[in-house]
């Protein structure tokens, strides 16, 4: 093989060893709202970027799921503390939202975006999980600020009880 190329194959193969390792957090377009003040339109398009580039079906936008997510993002900011029960579960803030549905939830802490925030829950096994999860068809999604300052993120996926007996 001649010098020429062994070099086209050996940059043909670097190539596709970095391919195999691209990312799947898409390029997610610059959010002109606060975290606070993001539109349901950028949220739905943020989290759907993220479904499509892994290969996950839409999900569409549930204001009873976002009342939820308030609820928890707000309690977090207020008590500065990251959990997913802070004295009311899951199960019984979305119930209180009207929300009957089967649901899973991501929080997260100190991520000032919500591509940032994304970028987190994809890190992380169990937050992937739930994201991209195709038993899921609908979500709501709030922050909070601290008086100082940090965001707390809850994202509320929900979906027919159904899907989890298959």
Not at 66 to 81: K, P, Y
Not at 96 to 108: L, T
Request: hydrophobic share 45%; net charge positive; proline share 4%.
């Amino acid at each position: 093989m001649s010098v020429l190329k062994r070099r086209h194959f050996l940059v043909l193969g670097a190539a596709a060893a970095l391919a195999a390792c691209s990312t799947t957090v898409p390029v997610l377009p610059k959010l002109a709202s606060s975290p606070e003040t993001l539109s349901d339109e950028e949220i739905v398009a943020a989290i759907n970027a993220t479904r499509r580039a892994n290969g996950a079906p839409p999900w569409t936008y549930n204001t009873r799921l976002e009342d939820a997510a308030r609820a928890q993002a707000r309690l977090m900011a207020s008590r500065d503390t990251l959990s997913h029960d802070l004295g009311t579960t899951l199960r019984e803030r979305v119930t209180a939202a009207g929300y009957m549905g089967a649901v899973g939830e991501n929080v997260a802490k100190g991520y000032a975006t919500l591509p940032a925030a994304i970028e987190g829950w994809l890190g992380s096994s169990g937050h992937r999980s739930t994201l991209l999860s195709h038993r899921f068809t609908e979500f709501g999604l709030a922050a909070a600020r601290t008086g100082s300052g940090k965001v707390y993120w809850a994202m509320i996926a929900g979906g027919s009880f159904q899907a989890w007996m298959q």
